[in-house]
């Protein structure tokens, strides 16, 4: 019994540890031209199942035309999603013109 217990917590221990951030990287136009960038959060709740806040790419890339959009969850995102238990998952979304 002993035995089993610590395995399981072995295996889970692992799991989180190997977890990783992920990103989602896409290109709009010719990408991006002057470096500039431009950050904003997304708010979902509950382990992601509900949605606050989210930015709109569109709107933060302004008038440009060509531009890159990185949406990812960061260290950071994790560690506060960590704390909170999974009730608040952030993300960020980076514009790059």
Request: proline share 3%; glycine share 8%; aromatic share 12%.
């Amino acid at each position: 019994m002993k035995k089993t217990v610590l395995n399981l917590i072995s295996v889970l221990t692992f799991s989180l540890l190997l977890s990783s951030c992920y990103s989602l990287t896409y290109s709009v136009g010719k990408g991006p031209q002057t470096g500039i960038d431009v950050k904003e959060k997304n708010h979902y709740f509950v382990y992601g199942l509900a949605k606050g806040k989210t930015s709109d790419p569109t709107k933060m890339a302004g008038e440009a035309e060509d531009y890159e959009v990185n949406i990812s969850h960061t260290f950071v995102d994790g560690f506060i999603s960590a704390i909170t238990f999974g009730v608040y998952n952030p993300t960020t979304t980076k514009i790059t013109k």
